[in-house]
């Protein structure tokens, strides 16, 4: 008994020394393993690259859909279903300064105080749901209230004076134009990266979504105004003064400059002031600003836009620095097709997208799916940015698809969507455009549960399973219509949503019904975007000789036919002058001192060019919209006149081989546009006005009503159903398929076989 006793003492100790060698030797390595360096333990390289046609998301050199889960409400059981269906991309909100909007602990604390524990907690959860997920943390920065109080000469000022507005969590608001704060917040997310990096979770992380002001979206925080244009204005602060005049030296380099310019005779460069509230509120002639009277204003929205893509191109350099540029940076910008930007197009600071997309360091853009359009069988999926112009310049973009699902019981803000019937088709009509431009993006299940059935996330797994096959084919564009589009013209309009609604935002939902797709482009590059056969001008009102030498050549690149809207090139270099359109048109456009809605009648000879365009059909808009501008050439076919105003509103010239049409009116129908279209030899694939998105390899169609639809082909292919598993057509150059009301198809352009010989990328 003793020498039993004895021996199980011996091996009790031997245990317990062993036990503690177990544990010193694991707090040993995991001291090692935070104190090693991030090259030592190979952290993940993620990277965007061209692949098969388009921009395309890399991890560890594999290629990756991009298709993501988000939320706000970090639960586990719904990391662990999307995990489990195979969507290992996660994004998750947190903050390397303080966030103005949920409840997060504050991470900069004091001066080189810091707590980052919420990222640890949250990747801790993500990582125990799913194992295999790699992450793209969003880092919300603004600064915390501790800081204000101590830089109160740094702080957003208002147009009345004051530094305060109740928003969120927070009163007062960093001037994004102070290079205290600019440094500042840089050197926090440099501290957050440096700490991630530390973390056992880091090779779970590929990259940074870098966040600040309003929603999340760099939005100036005047963005909280009403809708008429009358909304506070910012920023007068001191930091915004001084980086005003910065900027104007660079433009204009001299005193006597800057005073020809702005038509006042005692600015100087040094003493130059943000215009007050009411030169920012001003119109000169009716909707315009002219340049001879308020360039100031011109100058200043154009700075002012500016300034939001330089704090920025700051942030995604400190990713890039400490992230030794092997992780990605993205951000929330380009908005000018924003859903409540009505009044505020302008105020928001969206419109400086062409000078972001400059910066090396960007690697994504994202925005939410458009607000509006949204509807069953009637909306149109599509963006709030110029997102062909991002891919033109080799980003990357990410679509938020925040689509309220059936399973979100207030739905007063958006489309109600009621069943789960009525959610596969929205979200199979959203994968369709996101595969026919190549995006990445994310289910963003805002405020969790919006896809906690096990029906629907059946539905969600074979979208994913879809979207992950798709970037194996050829995701060039098809495009033969491009929407020529232009940042700088919006500033010679005021602020009001006048004009700028019918013109740019309302137009949107005729174009995805023009049963082809369709390009962004922007009018600075013409030059660099591939050749079209029908060019849409949108807004061209100011453009400048090298900008009008490039439309020049469109015709010597295979160009057909052009349509320029109301306005275009009335904003010359110095004053509004109706000799503008003529010269950028080719059309002798005269002017009306009134103003009017402008509503267009389509004469017989315009349904009989335009068919099946019907005679006495009206388009255009209800707003009054001044000065009147209207073609009158003898060398024109009058397809369209103004109501109550016994002029031209539509008409057709050929110039020089070209169709060249102009419309008075804004808000061209689909059918309208579909008809000019066709004449342009562009290839139609849907003439019902259904929304059709389409690259190389896919064609999806979402049917406005239901019948049958005739549906054509630009070659001759085999069709598959690639979501209900079924050949729609082989060997095909037309095909019919019966549609219901509000459903949404999705063909892959070949045949079945080679569809389910294709692997998933990862």
């Not at 966030?99 to 105080?113: E, H, I, R």
Request: some cysteine; proline content about 4%.
């Amino acid at each position: 008994m003793i020498d039993v006793w004895e021996k199980g003492i011996f091996m009790y100790h031997r245990f317990v020394r062993i036990a503690f060698c177990v544990f010193c030797c694991a707090c040993f390595a995991d001291a090692m393993f935070n104190n090693l360096s991030a090259q030592d333990r190979k952290l993940p390289k993620a990277e965007i690259k061209e692949y098969n046609g388009a921009p395309a998301l890399f991890i560890n050199g594999v290629p990756n859909a991009g298709l993501t889960y988000m939320t706000y409400n970090s639960l586990a059981k719904h990391y662990e279903s999307f995990g489990k269906i195979g969507v290992d991309l996660v994004s998750v909100s947190v903050t390397s300064d303080f966030s103005v909007f949920f409840n997060q602990p504050t991470a900069w604390q004091g001066p080189d105080q810091y707590d980052f524990s919420d990222m640890d907690e949250k990747m801790e959860t993500i990582l125990k749901a799913n194992p295999d997920a790699y992450v793209i943390p969003r880092v919300y920065m603004c600064s915390p209230p501790w800081w204000d109080e101590q830089h109160p000469d740094q702080l957003v000022k208002w147009d009345d004076g004051t530094t305060e507005r109740q928003i969120g969590r927070k009163k007062t608001f960093p001037s994004w134009a102070s290079e205290e704060y600019r440094q500042a917040t840089a050197n926090n997310l440099r501290h957050f990266i440096e700490h991630v990096r530390k973390q056992k979770y880091a090779d779970h992380v590929i990259g940074y979504h870098l966040a600040s002001g309003m929603w999340e979206e760099w939005f100036y925080w005047s963005s909280t105004g009403s809708s008429d244009g009358l909304s506070d204005l910012e920023d007068y602060s001191k930091p915004m003064v001084e980086a005003f005049q910065k900027w104007l030296k660079n433009k204009y380099l001299s005193d006597n400059s800057i005073q020809k310019a702005w038509n006042i005779t005692t600015v100087t460069l040094a003493a130059a002031q943000i215009p007050t509230k009411a030169e920012r509120q001003a119109a000169d002639l009716f909707v315009w600003r002219d340049p001879a009277i308020h360039q100031k204003v011109i100058d200043y929205y154009e700075f002012y836009c500016e300034n939001v893509t330089e704090i920025i191109k700051l942030l995604a350099r400190t990713v890039k620095e400490a992230t030794n540029g092997e992780q990605l940076a993205g951000v929330f910008y380009g908005y000018m097709f924003f859903s409540y930007a009505d009044s505020w197009m302008q105020d928001n600071g969206h419109l400086a997208l062409q000078k972001l997309l400059q910066c090396k360091d960007i690697d994504f853009l994202t925005a939410p799916s458009s607000y509006a359009f949204r509807e069953l069988g009637t909306g149109y999926s599509t963006g709030e940015a110029a997102t062909d112009a991002v891919r033109l310049h080799g980003k990357y973009y990410m679509n938020e698809n925040d689509y309220k699902t059936h399973l979100v019981a207030s739905q007063e803000d958006y489309c109600r969507i009621s069943t789960i019937r009525e959610s596969e088709s929205v979200e199979l009509r959203e994968l369709g455009n996101m595969i026919s431009k190549a995006w990445g993006g994310w289910w963003f299940d805002m405020g969790g549960g919006w896809y906690d059935e096990p029906e629907f996330m059946k539905i969600i797994k074979k979208l994913n399973e879809i979207g992950e096959k798709s970037i194996q084919t050829d995701r060039s564009e098809s495009s033969e219509i491009a929407v020529v589009v232009d940042e700088n013209s919006i500033f010679y309009t005021g602020l009001k949503k006048t004009l700028m609604k019918p013109l740019m935002y309302d137009q949107i939902l005729n174009l995805g019904k023009i049963g082809a797709p369709f390009d962004w482009v922007f009018q600075s590059d013409l030059d660099i975007a591939r050749p079209y056969k029908f060019y849409i001008f949108i807004n061209p009102f100011h453009v400048d000789v090298q900008q009008k030498a490039a439309i020049d050549r469109l015709k010597s690149r295979g160009a057909k036919g052009f349509l320029w809207l109301y306005g275009a090139g009335f904003a010359g270099e110095k004053s509004l002058d109706v000799k503008g359109c003529t010269d950028l048109t080719g059309i002798n456009i005269k002017m009306k001192g009134v103003d009017c809605p402008l509503l267009v009648k389509i004469t017989a000879e315009g349904a009989k060019m335009l068919a099946p365009v019907y005679t006495d059909s009206i388009y255009g808009t209800a707003n009054s919209i001044g000065p009147l501008l209207y073609p009158d050439d003898p060398d024109t076919k009058v397809l369209g006149t103004i109501q109550g105003q016994g002029v031209a509103g539509l008409v057709l010239k050929h110039i020089g081989g070209l169709d060249v049409y102009y419309s008075s009116a804004p808000t061209l129908p689909g059918s309208v546009l579909r008809g000019m279209a066709s004449r342009s030899g562009v290839h139609i694939y849907d003439y019902q006005d259904d929304a059709v998105y389409a690259n190389q390899s896919f064609l999806s169609i979402h049917a406005q009503g239901s019948g049958v639809r005739n549906v054509r082909l630009p070659k001759r292919t085999d069709v598959y159903d690639v979501y209900n598993d079924t050949i729609a057509a082989k060997n095909a150059i037309r095909f019919d398929v019966d549609l219901p009301d509000k459903q949404t198809v999705l063909y892959f352009l070949g045949s079945a076989e080679e569809w389910k010989k294709i692997k998933q990328a990862h």
